[in-house]
T-cell receptor
């Protein structure tokens, strides 16, 4: 089975811009979760989608949003980028309540 | 607030040594505990532990969970330089939805 794929792998944006990241889960996995990883805060949960519905959201501002499509692919969007949004954004897919498998991540740099 | 704490945060050993990494947790709605290895990329899955006292093994790596004392250990025997990485402990929390709560990670360095 193909693993979790994320695009793009690297991204450079400037403050105030917005960005959209994409994640394709492992075939058959309907749950997609997003995490932000920074040196200072470690890995933090952003949100989880299941069957096109956001079921859970972490403690992040409303500038962070996402969606899931009928084929389980997911996108996350960050609007009005701030310097502190520079991070590795990881997507993980799973069968509900089972192991989450991570994609390669998108490294976002905000200048 | 759900919390996962790993120790030590950093560890440097010589090739061939045995290491033990620790993970303690305080969460509500515990489902399972997972260990991941992270090099300069995404975390790769090592183990998922759901039941107390049952050791999981994969080659030189093994792990066990104690749900009474709320901790887990990851053992690596006969370490190799390729074991150098950050080891992440995460607890899967289920309350309708699911999420992983991560510890800070243990940075393990194996010197030849």
């Amino acid at each position: 089975k193909a693993g979790v794929t994320q695009t793009p792998r690297y991204l450079i944006k400037t403050r105030g811009q917005q960005v959209t990241l994409s994640c394709s889960p492992i075939s058959g996995h309907r749950s997609v979760s997003w995490y932000q990883q920074t040196p200072g805060q470690g890995l933090q949960f952003l949100f989880e989608y299941f069957s096109e519905t956001q079921r859970n959201k972490g403690n992040f501002p409303g500038r962070f949003s996402g969606r899931q499509f009928s084929n389980s692919r997911s996108e996350m969007n960050v609007s009005t980028l701030e310097l502190g949004d520079s991070a590795l954004y990881l997507c993980a897919s799973s069968i509900f309540q089972e192991t989450q498998y991570f994609g390669p991540g998108t490294r976002l740099l905000v200048l | 607030e759900d919390k996962v704490v790993q120790s030590p945060l950093s560890l440097v050993v010589h090739e061939g040594d045995t290491v033990t990494l620790n993970c303690s947790y305080e969460v509500t709605n515990f489902r399972s505990l997972l260990w991941y290895k992270q090099e300069k990329k995404a975390p790769t899955f090592l183990f998922m532990l759901t039941s107390s006292g049952i050791e999981k093994k994969s080659g030189r790596l093994s792990s066990i969970l104690d749900k009474k004392e709320l901790f887990s250990i990851l053992n690596i025997t006969a370490t190799q330089t390729g074991d150098s990485a950050v080891y992440l402990c995460a607890v899967l929390v289920i309350q309708g939805a699911q999420k992983l709560v991560f510890g800070q990670g243990t940075r393990l360095t194996i010197n030849p």
